[in-house]
């Protein structure tokens, strides 16, 4: 099998890595990828990139690619998978329509709603009046969403009233997300710990990976700006048997079905983003219709099927046979990113003495870029460096081990990553 993968980040640094150790795989290439997809033996880079969904189609359809599979949201809300399927080209991912749980939080809420699946209460608006209104009359801290795609910057928890107005003025008056912030989804603030819940699907059977849980703050102790995330780890001992089930029941088979009766067959990976509260209670944060990044590097990291395959039959509905398989220890993937992420940051900035992959440990990168024979930063989050453990504080230990072997003066990272894992491990053994 000839397989495309899509995307430049960490995630499908992950991803296509994994699909090339399948038996059934003869050729890997990932449009456009990355300074580690460049340098690993068995891919190959393409530079195309990953919202040029024509250039993809002409490449697969010239190529001969057997499975196209995408990394990032952008081309999937914008009908990629649509395209490739016109032209019998095999692609693994949502439809336009379906993936609408990730490209519009409007769209998501009331299908969550419609469908009785948990989730904050909310409503939306497109009138800043009436908005800031609404939220004189709530209870604080409460969430303003972007409707549209914002690169995970169009969620802002507002604690103060003046802050919430400012943050409607921004979106609808300023409209600093564009077209993405027309309308905004206002909603309750939720209490209690985060998990990502991952499944493979084809819409009618749905295979869960293993938990895991972002970190999503920049800072130590969970504090500075929002980013894309800064580390995760697998398993998340919060998403226990019980709670695993309830996700399962209330959240992942009601969705497939309900968008299932409207005629949105889901093929690919879905992400639920869940709030787990101290009554065991389970609300949908957000949906992504995609893997998440970083989690899937520490996923992929225990994960011992050949996903390559899994990818194919979904594509065929036919996952109702499968499983998946896991190497039981845990894992951890700390995000190196440039000095300044999520703001203003430099790049081309050289780095060195990356540790070579072993069995429990690979350095998957993000943004970085091959120049003159040098390895360069090329981006926000740079190097996501995963490790395998026993526990998740000897993952941690690990993968700081190898971080303090890399050579890169721009560096920054959390030393926190797992924390709350690994508080649970220390309660546990006590
Ligand atoms: P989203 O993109 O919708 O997942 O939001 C990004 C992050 O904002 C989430 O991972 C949460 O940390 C936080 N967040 C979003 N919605 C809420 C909410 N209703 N209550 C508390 N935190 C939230
Ligand atoms: N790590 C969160 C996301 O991929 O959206």
């Known amino acids: 099998m000839k397989v495309l993968v899509v995307g430049g980040g960490g995630r499908e640094h992950a991803l296509s890595w994994k699909i090339s150790q399948s038996p059934k795989v003869s050729q890997v290439f990932v449009a456009p990828g990355n300074g580690g997809t460049e340098l690993e033996p068995t891919l190959t880079n393409v530079s195309i990139e990953a919202d040029d969904i024509d250039g993809l189609a002409r490449f697969a359809l010239d190529e001969n690619i057997n499975l196209t599979i995408i990394g990032p949201e952008d081309p999937l809300v914008n009908g990629i998978t649509n395209k490739f399927k ?38 939306t608006f497109t009138e800043s009046d009436k908005a800031i209104e609404y939220v004189k009359k709530g209870s604080l801290p409460i969430v303003i969403k972007a409707d549209g795609l914002a690169a995970g910057k169009g969620v802002i928890i507002a604690f103060t009233v003046e802050e919430a107005i400012e943050a409607i003025k921004n979106c609808l008056e300023s409209k600093i997300f564009g077209q993405a912030g027309k309308r905004i989804v206002i909603e309750e603030y939720l209490e209690g710990e ?132 896991w190497d039981e220890r845990k894992s951890i993937g700390i995000v190196m990113a440039s000095r300044g992420y999520p703001f203003e940051y430099e790049k081309n900035k050289l780095i060195g003495q990356i540790p070579d992959e072993t069995e429990n440990l690979k350095v998957f990168h993000a943004g970085t870029k091959i120049e003159e024979n040098k390895l360069k930063s090329n981006g926000g989050r740079v190097l996501c460096v995963t490790a395998l453990g026993d526990s998740v504080e000897l993952a941690q230990q690990n993968a700081y081990d190898a971080i303090s072997l890399i050579d890169w003066e721009d560096a920054y990272y959390r030393k926190d990553i797992g924390h709350r894992a690994i508080k649970r491990e220390r309660n546990e053994s006590n």
């Open 86 to 123: 016109d032209l019998g080209l095999k692609c693994f991912g949502p439809s336009k329509e379906a993936s609408k749980l990730e490209g519009s939080k409007e769209f998501m809420k009331d299908f969550l709603q419609a469908n009785k699946i948990p989730t904050a209460r909310y409503e």
């Open 194 to 325: 985060e998990a990502s819940f991952i499944v493979i699907t084809d819409g009618v059977t749905a295979i869960p990976f293993a938990s895991s849980q972002d970190h999503k703050a920049r800072d130590d102790m969970d504090l500075g700006p929002n980013t894309g995330g800064m580390g995760a780890y697998s398993p998340a001992p919060i998403v226990d048997d019980c709670i695993h089930d309830k996700i399962m029941q209330e959240v992942i088979y009601p969705t497939l079905a309900g968008l299932k009766k409207a005629g949105h067959l889901y093929c690919g990976f879905l992400y639920a983003g869940m709030m787990i509260d101290k009554n065991n209670d389970i609300k949908v944060l957000e949906f992504n219709c995609r893997f998440g990044d970083p989690e899937t590097q520490p996923i992929m990291m225990r994960l011992k099927s050949d996903l390559a395959d899994l990818c194919d039959k979904a594509c065929d509905s036919n996952l109702q046979n499968e499983e998946l398989i």
